[in-house]
């Protein structure tokens, strides 16, 4: 079997009794905020995680990301065992396979729309940075925006630097982190039928994390974190 058979074969992400606790405060003991959390993500799907706040999806999120360190379990990233990786690697690991949309945007306020999406290229020594943040900022509808700053941009505007940046690495993974959570209804809408589109454009694997049910039942499964575990929904979900 040659490298790319076995690259299909592998999930883009599995993961495998997940937990994470942390000692109480008043030392009497440890407390839970995941459990025994496993599931994969083949190439190409799209996946909701959905859930109350305080359910735990930021802390599973964060873990998917490798920004944070878990008690117990795994996380794979293309067959990569994430956690035996020091930070170093990690980072060079999410630089490569990882794009990431957050609900604050994480636009460098210093820095223009074009500047924003050129940077993470740039640091992944990517040569032709310009032209392609240039691509990709028309590509969303920003093509006379791009030499503006964050301040001079509305929040959907913001949010579509951040898809720019997101998808011009051509990342193997998105994680979206509530997406739409600091624009209006309108605003959103758009949002999420630009994230669709071009996640259907390029192939991208899309694990969506969100309150919001109707935005989750567009992706292709949905599963649901309730105090800390997380469960597959057996219901039939319509991708878009």
Not at 76 to 90: N, S, T
Not at 134 to 149: D, N, P, T
Request: aromatic share 4%; hydrophobic share 45%.
């Amino acid at each position: 079997m040659d490298r790319s058979s076995i690259e299909m074969t592998v999930p883009v992400m599995r993961v495998s009794d997940l937990a994470k606790s942390v000692p109480m405060r008043d030392g009497s003991g440890k407390l839970d905020i995941l459990q025994g959390v496993s599931f994969s993500v083949g190439a190409g799907e799209s996946v909701a995680i959905v859930g109350a706040s305080g359910s735990g999806k930021s802390t599973l999120l964060g873990l998917l990301a490798g920004l944070d360190v878990p008690s117990e379990g795994l996380v794979e990233i293309q067959g990569v065992d994430i956690f035996r990786l020091d930070e170093d690697a990690r980072a060079a690991l999410r630089g490569e396979s990882v794009g990431f949309v957050f609900q604050s945007f994480q636009l460098l306020p210093a820095l223009t729309a074009l500047e924003n999406v050129m940077l993470p290229l740039e640091l992944a020594g990517v040569d032709d940075a310009r032209p392609v943040a240039e691509q990709w900022l028309g590509r969303v509808g920003l093509a006379s925006r791009m030499h503006h700053y964050p301040k001079h941009l509305s929040g959907g505007e913001q949010q579509r630097v951040a898809l720019a940046r997101a998808f011009s690495a051509n990342p193997k993974l998105l994680l979206a982190d509530e997406p739409t959570g600091n624009l209006d209804a309108a605003t959103g809408a758009a949002i999420i039928e630009l994230i669709f589109s071009l996640n259907r454009e390029v192939g991208t694997t899309l694990l969506l994390v969100t309150h919001d049910e109707a935005l989750a039942r567009r992706c292709q499964r949905m599963m649901r974190m309730q105090a800390g575990t997380l469960h597959e929904e057996t219901a039939v979900v319509e991708a878009d």
